[in-house]
């Protein structure tokens, strides 16, 4: 039809894209960024006073109501907004550690429990209390060792979680634990300064900002009030996990554009045989790649954005979210595989920014479940869907 | 009918991934089932013996709400049951 066709399409609305700039740029690019490297090498945690001002300007709130401090914006605009913020801030931890916080104030504002939502979602919603999520140790879920055991009024916790993100500045932690008593799993709140609690760092090799430690419990005592779920906590924390699968894609697809930017330019700036790299078949094909990554990732995050703001989702496990996680990081992975064999020793040298966005991109394959693992539960449902219609037919 | 167990709860049916159980209903059929596979009752069934929501219930491929699992259903039919729970 004639009409000219951007290459790189924005996923955000300008509206939103513009919003973000302006209320959040200064941040970015005065306090984020300029500490990147320096976390990085040393595993330094972003700072509490960050994340409070983060909460200042509305970030650590987006989507939970104004009544507690919130922004009261919709989820999908706040995928739009982690994007952008994935694209802007040098620090990935940054994205990765206001989306999880966000969805932590979340669930705890829709306990619906006023003593609950004053004490910590209020706080968190405004970032004046920091939070963690603890589900992970090193075993299924199903074979938790971490318990819960009544004593008189009170219940005593004990065990470790390994690892829980942003544990080294969190005030409070939301634990996933076995109950003695019932065997079920059960959700509580545990705050850094009960006694018994133990914050140990537990670096990865990348997000190297966001705080990963290990937090130990060794018969801490806590109070009724702080039982937060008495049963089927199993189902309660993959509510957690099910909103990971699509905030982590559409922060991670902002350091997807932000990589592919930067390698592109390197390339272009490279000589070899008289002639910029970016103007070699094989480069171009490569740079044809990860533009194909980009560019899928955008229309399925994109498309699961729309979703959501118009359709009711499963709250626990809902296919397209798994399936957003499942495409973007592994259009991710595959472009940080692609990075270092075109851009040689600048693919792996920490003088290049190159490595550190491979190393924060990687290590987004295990949260909220392994690709692996959601592409089991995906080909689980396909199956059973083409059998279904195979059986109708016949 | 017959229940369809894969992934991690097939550890709690001593790795049987096909019992066939009796049971006018699917609900029926999962009694029968944990009656079957005792260790398997703590983790479907909750403390009042209803289905825990993080289990997904499909009969004969087609996705069955869990306030539906009164259903009817024959000697024939299959029941697969789908639990997706994944790391932190």
């Not at chain 1, 004046?128 to 938790?144: L, M, V, Y």
């Amino acid at each position: 039809m004639g009409r000219s066709h951007r290459m790189l399409n924005p996923l955000s609305p300008d509206t939103l894209a513009t919003e973000v700039r302006r209320r959040f740029g200064d941040f970015i690019a005065q306090r984020i960024d300029p500490g990147t490297v320096e976390r990085d090498r040393m595993a330094t945690p972003l700072t509490r006073e960050m994340l409070q001002e983060a909460g200042r300007l509305g970030l650590m709130g987006f989507n939970v109501p104004e009544s507690i401090g919130g922004q009261g914006r919709s989820w999908a605009e706040w995928g739009y907004v982690l994007h952008e913020i994935g694209y802007l801030s040098e620090d990935a931890a940054l994205p990765m550690l206001l989306a999880y916080c966000g969805t932590l104030t979340k669930l705890l504002y829709e306990s619906g429990r006023e003593d609950l939502i004053d004490r910590y979602a209020r706080p968190m919603a405004q970032g004046k209390r920091i939070g963690g999520f603890g589900w992970s140790e090193g075993r299924d879920a199903f074979s938790f060792i971490t318990t819960l055991r009544r004593t008189g009024s009170d219940y005593v916790l004990n065990g470790q979680k390994i690892p829980i993100a942003n544990a080294l500045i969190a005030d409070t932690f939301m634990i996933f634990a076995r109950s003695e008593e019932t065997s079920d799993v059960v959700a509580v709140l545990v705050e850094r300064d009960d006694p018994g609690v133990e914050v140990v760092p537990f670096s990865a090799m990348g997000l190297r900002a966001s705080g990963m430690g290990r937090v130990l419990f060794k018969d801490v005592r806590l109070p009724p009030e702080r039982v937060l779920v008495e049963a089927d906590g199993l189902s309660y924390g993959q509510r957690f996990l099910n909103e990971r699968r699509l905030e982590m894609p559409c922060w991670a697809l902002g350091r997807m554009r932000r990589l592919f930017e930067l390698c592109v330019h390197e390339l272009a700036n490279r000589v070899r045989f008289k002639l910029p790299l970016t103007e070699m078949q094989t480069i171009q094909a490569a740079i044809g790649r990860m533009y194909v990554g980009v560019e899928t990732s955008r229309i399925v995050v994109k498309s699961v954005l729309e979703r959501v703001a118009t359709e009711e989702y499963d709250a626990l496990w809902d296919p397209p979210l798994a399936l957003t996680k499942s495409h973007v990081i592994e259009q991710a992975l595959q472009m940080c595989r692609t990075v270092q064999d075109i851009l040689g020793g600048a693919g792996v040298f920490e003088d290049y920014p190159f490595e550190r966005h491979i190393r924060d991109l990687t290590c987004l394959n295990p949260i909220a479940g392994t690709l692996a693992t959601l592409q089991v539960d995906l080909g689980i449902l396909s199956a059973a869907e083409v059998e279904r219609a195979y059986r109708h037919q016949s | 009918m017959k229940f369809r167990v894969s992934g991690n709860m097939l550890r709690f049916t001593n790795f049987q991934d096909e019992i066939e159980v009796a049971g006018d209903t699917v609900e029926a059929g999962m009694q029968m089932l944990v009656g079957a596979c005792p260790q398997l009752r703590p983790i479907l069934l909750d403390g009042n013996g209803k289905v825990r929501s993080v289990h997904r219930v499909f009969l004969n491929g087609a996705a069955l709400p869990l306030d539906q699992l009164s259903e009817k259903a024959k000697a024939k039919d299959e029941v697969s049951i789908l639990t997706a729970l994944a790391g932190g």
